[in-house]
Nanobody
Framework: VQLRASGGGLVQAGGSLRLSCVAS????????MGWFRQAPGQEREFVAT???????HYAASAKGRFTISRDNTKNTVYLQMNSLKPEDTAVYYC?????????????????WGQGTLVTVSS
């Protein structure tokens, strides 16, 4: 199983980025997927999750600005990030869990991608 995240980069505050996570070795349609992030010196924190049914849930910091979505035909999950702030700077990780409903705890996820760095300048 491999999850490959991409789409990170340097963006000014107020800008947008779209992260992608392509899965191989598993069928995304039977997994709930999540995005987490980890800033330097901080613990990895939940950002957003999408269940196999496409129901979504967001951290308070992401609600209204970020959108998680999935395309099962492409085995890919996305995180559209708008109105980015400097405090969104972090390495963003995608993750997959065999639990089909919404999960926010990082220990509930079975597979992790390698991370993609997002840097938001002020």
């Amino acid at each position: 199983v491999q999850l490959r995240a991409s789409g990170g980069g340097l963006v000014q505050a107020g800008g947008s980025l779209r992260l992608s996570c392509v899965a191989s070795g598993l069928s995304l349609s039977t997994y709930a997927m999540g995005w987490f992030r980890q800033a330097p010196g901080q613990e990895r924190e939940f950002v957003a999750t999408v269940a196999w049914s496409s129901t979504t849930h967001y951290a308070a910091s992401a609600k209204g600005r970020f959108t998680i979505s999935r395309d099962n035909t492409k085995n890919t999950v996305y995180l559209q990030m708008n109105s980015l702030k400097p405090e969104d700077t972090a390495v963003y990780y995608c993750a997959a869990t065999r639990r089909i409903d919404l999960r926010v705890g990082r220990f509930e996820y079975d597979y992790w991608g390698q991370g993609t760095l997002v840097t938001v300048s002020s």
